[in-house]
């Protein structure tokens, strides 16, 4: 199947469409309820020497919605914070910037815009060094998961935190990236999209970093329009959870990921929740 697995890279705009549709079926949670789960895996030994400024680097930070939090936790122990922003789209960096200038909590922190893929910008050797370099949700989409993570790490400083957010396998989001890629998938699964948690935990074991501690966020999904025969959103959260684009072209993956989803759901009302679960992993480049 020729476009499985390519939504972003063949149709960026239809990516953004997808995301958005996708946020408004999720559950809602409050900026409090972000606030503690990033609060406790941005960990106090990150916020050690207080005053001290800190280094940050995003990479595909989006619109900064996460970065953001992640700032003012780090804001509360530090008095300025340096925060380097890699990202290539630039609708979504140009939202960042506004969120930057209009949200007061964030006054103390420089922003260092980089409008420009991961690959683009660890193309050009800098010796600046973080004391946290994080990746929320954007691993599926590198050109290469191990060159990234290598690249972070090489700039980490001595005793910096590395945070990646990605699906989990272990969930039932993840579960489908397996089925999905077991019936369609062809060659090494680390060249799709089709990236998960395991896939990190391999990479830092295998250079001997073992130093990581993991913890899961858990998303319930509303994909009652998904079974809808002509809805549009349902299309869009079918292509989104597919990442592959004009999903009505491909009936065998329409039918196959909505049994999956419809065998791993569960029904309130009139109501079909899907749950995923993504693991947060954050390695210590210790001392
Ligand atoms: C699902 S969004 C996550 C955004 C943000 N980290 C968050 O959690 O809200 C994925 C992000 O990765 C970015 N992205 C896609 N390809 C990338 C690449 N090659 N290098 C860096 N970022 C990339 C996208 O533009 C998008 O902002």
Redesign the pocket.
Known sequence: MMDFGKL?KLSPERYSAC?RAYQTVIEKKTKEDYHLFYRSNVPDSILCESGAERRVLG?????G??DSIILNRLLQRHDSVYNRV????EE?IERYKIRAREDTSLGAVTFDWRQQ???EYFLDKDRTTFNLAHA???LY???DMHATLRNMWEQLADGGRMLVQIKSDAGVGGGLFHKMWEEFGEGDRLQSVFRMSCDVKQWLDGMGIISYVTSEDETNIDVTECFKENSKKGTLLLEFFTLTPYIANEPELRSMVLEYIRNNSSVVGEKVFFKSISEVIVAHKRQ
């Open positions: 972003v995301f990479i595909g930070s989006g619109s919605e996460i890699v990202e290539p789209s979504l893929t991961a690959e929320v949700h954007v989409h590198v050109k």
